[in-house]
């Protein structure tokens, strides 16, 4: 119970009540938009895995920048 004149105190917070809204999900649960950005980002590991594997097929010994690059494409692919 509130002591009177609480309610119009200017420096009150009100508290939620057990009737408040749930937090409503990223993107609001959009399917079309979870594939879209799924299918963008598994698209853009293969572009990166592609660059350096076209390179060792010529015989071109990989640098460290190659590895990194398959390394961080092998870990996008395998998250989704």
Partial sequence: MSPPG???APGAV???G???ASPRPLFGGCWSCRLLSGA???MAAIWVYQGPRNTMKKG???SMGSIAQITL???EGRGG
């Fill in 60 to 62: 071109v010994p990989p």
């Fill in 73 to 75: 494409a092998a870990g």
């Fill in 40 to 42: 963008g980002l598994l």
């Fill in 18 to 20: 057990s009737g408040s």
């Fill in 6 to 8: 609480a309610e119009g």
């Fill in 14 to 16: 009100p508290v939620p």
